[in-house]
């Protein structure tokens, strides 16, 4: 049985359901916006542990599980009756709940909910990427104001500005996703710099953007290409086109070095393709989307995904 850890509002999941429902395969998907309404069981005694998880009519009896699909972290979504401090209070209790009931080292993640949280963060996989030989732009992050205008300067043909984790803006009543942009000297005068750190890497002349998707065994390779204005191809408001592509052999090797240092099973890495060719490591995703991979350019990532997930089963 596959446990999916979601949210309502994933499309990849959605997709990934329509074909486990063709094959007849076994999952349950858990949304952390229905665990304020789902049902727990944990009883524990001398001679026996009991683990079960209710939502709606089905109940799974989480030592069935075999493999989970941790898409989404859990955050429940709660009555607004109660007060900011019992909603702080009951949101951790359920989270922590939900986790100690599906955790088990003993059956397949992709990704283990540990590894996820120490490979989600940028500075690190950059260390990493240097490390095995990747070449990596150069990259401040400071909230310095002169180190960051003498950063800017020396920057030939720009400088990028990024969020350093989750790229999403929520002002009380929306949520807004930050995306990577231009930036000069003249731009960080309208910064609150000083209050937050300003994380910036020199811009890299490209002939396209690269996401090398791996999915256990699998790697999946899209050129991205947009014109010259392109900075972050995931805006909406940009046109761009995909073609398949691949890695060259040592880049495919680095990979996969990096996705075992962090002990992933799947991973999304994004690269710029510069003009002679060569590959720049920009950073790796542990739960990026794919779907619109398969949509565009055919590639069997559902078929990966289940061969990863089910081992064997089907």
């Known amino acids: 049985m596959l446990l999916i850890l979601t949210s309502d509002q994933d499309f990849a999941a959605d997709y990934l359901i329509v074909r486990l429902i063709e094959r007849r395969l076994p999952y349950f998907r858990l949304n952390s916006e229905g ?26 009896d989480l030592s069935a599980v075999t493999a989970v ?22 949101t951790g209790e359920l989270r922590h709940l939900a986790m ?9 993640w992709v990704n283990p909910i540990d590894r996820v949280s120490v490979a989600e963060h940028k500075l690190y996989q950059l260390q990493i990427a240097a490390r095995l030989g990747f070449h990596v732009p150069r990259t401040l992050v400071s909230a310095d ?12 043909l720009g400088t990028i500005c990024k969020p350093i ?3 999403m803006f929520f002002d009380g009543s929306s949520h807004n996703a930050v995306y990577t942009r231009r930036i000069d000297a003249g731009s960080l005068n ?11 890497q020199e811009e890299i002349a490209r002939i396209a953007d690269v996401r ?9 390779v899209a050129d991205i290409v947009g014109d010259k204005s392109l900075v972050d191809w995931r ?20 990979c996969r070095r990096m996705l075992t240092e962090l002990g992933l099973a799947y991973g999304a890495f994004d690269f710029i393709r510069a003009p002679s060719g060569d590959l720049v490591f920009l950073e790796l995703n542990p739960t990026g989307e794919w779907a619109w991979l398969e949509e565009s350019l055919g590639f069997a990532l559902r078929d990966a995904f289940i061969e990863l997930l089910y081992k064997g089963e089907n």
């Open 69 to 90: 699909w941790y898409r989404r972290s859990i955050h429940p979504i709660l009555d607004t009756s109660l007060t900011p401090a019992e909603r702080h209070f009951v």
């Open 190 to 200: 309208g910064l609150n710099v000083g209050s937050y750190p300003i994380f910036l």
């Open 212 to 220: 090398a998707t791996f999915v256990g065994n699998y790697c999946f």
């Open 35 to 60: 665990l304020s309404q789902a049902k727990y069981t944990f009883a524990l005694d001398d001679t026996s542990a009991t683990r079960k998880i209710g939502v709606g009519p089905r109940t799974l």
């Open 165 to 167: 984790f989750h790229g």
């Open 145 to 156: 104001i002169d180190a960051l205008r003498y950063f800017v300067s020396r920057n030939r």
């Open 100 to 108: 100690g009931l599906v955790l088990n080292p003993e059956v397949v």
């Open 235 to 254: 805006d909406p408001n940009i046109a761009v086109n995909y073609a398949i592509s691949s890695l060259d052999d040592i880049t495919l090797y680095r």
